[in-house]
Antibody
Framework: QVQLVQSGAEVRKPGASVKLSCRTS????????LLWVRQAPGQGLEWMGI????????TYAQKFLGRVTLTRDTSTTTAYMELNSLTSEDTALYYC??????????????????WGQGTLVTVSS | EIVLTQSPSTLSLSPGERATLSCRAS??????LAWYQQRPGQSPRLLIY???NRATGVPARFSGSGSGTDFTLTISSLEPEDFAIYFC???????????FGPGTTVDI
């Protein structure tokens, strides 16, 4: 079955960087877009970026431009999200999610059909 | 950036009742809208994609409708496990931009 397994919780000081992983299995890794979404404590969902694992092309939300980088390793079917210049406002649960394979993401809502369990990132001095 | 507004923010109902949740976009998103359910301590779960299509395994009591700027998620008869937070989500342009609504809490 399709699985997205994310790396464990991280604690960082302000100004530091963090790199999270999302190991996928159960489907052809290069065929479907992956997105990263975060959720601050008690808050809603916020889109950060999208990557096509096939060619590595990534698009980022305006808010995170210059501070986030999405990459992937096709040999291990793992996606990565690196966020720099952390502040306390980056304390959140970070999710990776796979776009719905039943539709063409570029011609649909690109809904997120499969989600990882989330990685908690805490930024504190 | 397209802003999604959800109403009401909280919906207090009982099992067996009908729930009607609204999501309004600041400009047209065609049918590029999805709905998710999030229970406490869990990752979101896709319910509806492209405004009106139920995702695999989603019970028939969940239905979505709408296009353009106004969308509705209906739960025809609430089950105990349906008490959760519901988010809408839209995608526009390519390269894409995505936004989520602030959520509606359905509680007892």
């Amino acid at each position: 079955q399709v699985q997205l397994v994310q790396s464990g919780a991280e604690v960082r000081k302000p100004g530091a960087s963090v790199k999270l992983s999302c190991r996928t299995s159960g489907y052809p890794f290069t065929t479907t877009y992956l997105l990263w979404v975060r959720q601050a404590p008690g808050q809603g969902l916020e889109w950060m970026g999208i990557i096509h694992p096939g060619d590595g092309t990534a698009t980022y939300a305006q808010k995170f431009l210059g501070r986030v980088t999405l990459t992937r390793d096709t040999s291990t079917t793992t996606a990565y999200m690196e966020l720099n210049s952390l502040t306390s406002e980056d304390t959140a649960l970070y999710y990776c999610a796979r776009a719905n394979p039943e539709t063409n993401c570029e011609k649909s809502s690109c809904a997120l059909a499969y989600w990882g369990q989330g990685t908690l990132v805490t930024v504190s001095s | 950036e397209i802003v999604l507004t959800q109403s009401p923010s909280t919906l207090s109902l009982s099992p067996g009742e009908r729930a009607t949740l609204s999501c309004r976009a600041s400009q047209s998103v065609s049918t590029y809208l999805a709905w998710y359910q999030q229970r406490p301590g869990q990752s979101p779960r896709l319910l509806i994609y492209d405004a009106s299509n139920r995702a695999t395994g989603v019970p028939a009591r969940f239905s979505g409708s709408g296009s353009g700027t106004d969308f509705t998620l209906t739960i025809s008869s609430l089950e105990p496990e349906d008490f959760a937070i519901y988010f809408c989500h839209q995608r526009t342009n390519w390269p894409p931009s995505f936004t989520f609504g602030p959520g509606t809490t359905v509680d007892i």
